[in-house]
């Protein structure tokens, strides 16, 4: 199994302006994932996180938007810019256990844009 | 385009009854599929997985079936209780061009409600 923590749990930001959130995971992996939920919607990957390579992003979703760091193979941070109210959203880190086809979620930041 | 439908309606479940949820999907053929419960303020916690080739899985009270014909998996909770009310969602391997699966397709999940 893998712990995820993530940070912040919930922050409310005014539009224009940029948030970062952190994820952090007790293990080394190769692939994190980054997801959003919007509300009453399903989770959708924004984008895969390698380390040492640029992230892939999904259909509707581009770096300048959401650029990603992974500077480590425990580590990820993924940047939610110029934000607009249409942003507001749960935002989900995870990893894939490719060995038990199990992925493990972190709890998830609570985006408010005002 | 890939496509999984869960019940959107909230599922009222008298408490001791079983709660059986349905997951269908369209344009997949998915490797395995996978069962997460999600409760409010949190992340999708794993609950289940089943392979292609198999057609019943089972843990504790849980039970799930996949059906490849139907594209289809259903979930049941035996002997419901109050403490399995949350949102539960169906999940399949993100399938890409030119093989590999990585992340996951997630269904947008039915509200079970298990009333004492």
């Known amino acids: 199994s893998a712990v995820i923590s993530q940070k912040p749990s919930r922050d409310i930001c005014q539009r224009g302006t940029s948030l970062t959130i952190q994820c952090q995971v007790d293990s080394q992996v190769t692939m994190m994932f980054w997801y959003r939920q919007q509300p009453g919607q399903s989770l959708t990957l924004i984008a895969t996180a390698n380390q040492g390579s640029e992230a892939t992003y999904e259909s509707g979703f581009v770096i300048d938007k959401f650029p990603i760091s992974r500077p480590n193979l425990t580590f990820s941070t993924l940047t939610v810019s110029n934000m607009s109210p249409e942003d507001s959203s749960i935002y989900l880190c995870s990893v894939f256990n490719r060995g038990t086809t199990e992925a493990f979620f972190g709890q998830g930041t609570r985006l408010t844009v005002v | 385009s890939q496509k999984i439908e869960q019940n959107s309606e909230a599922l009222n479940i008298q408490e001791g009854k079983t709660a059986t949820l349905t997951c269908n999907y369209t344009?997949?053929?998915?490797?395995?599929l996978q069962w997460y419960r999600q409760d409010p303020g949190r992340g999708p916690v794993f609950l289940l997985l089943i392979r292609e080739n198999e057609k019943e899985k089972r843990k504790e009270r849980l039970k799930v079936t996949f059906d490849t014909t139907l594209k289809q998996s259903l979930f049941h909770i035996t002997a419901s209780q109050p403490a399995d009310s949350a949102t539960y969602l169906c999940?399949?391997?993100?399938?890409?061009?030119?093989?590999?699966?990585?992340?996951?397709?997630f269904g947008k999940g039915t509200h079970l409600i298990i009333q004492p």
């Open positions: 344009n997949y053929s998915p490797a395995y």
């Open positions: 999940a399949l391997d993100l399938v890409r061009a030119g093989g590999g699966a990585d992340g996951l397709t």
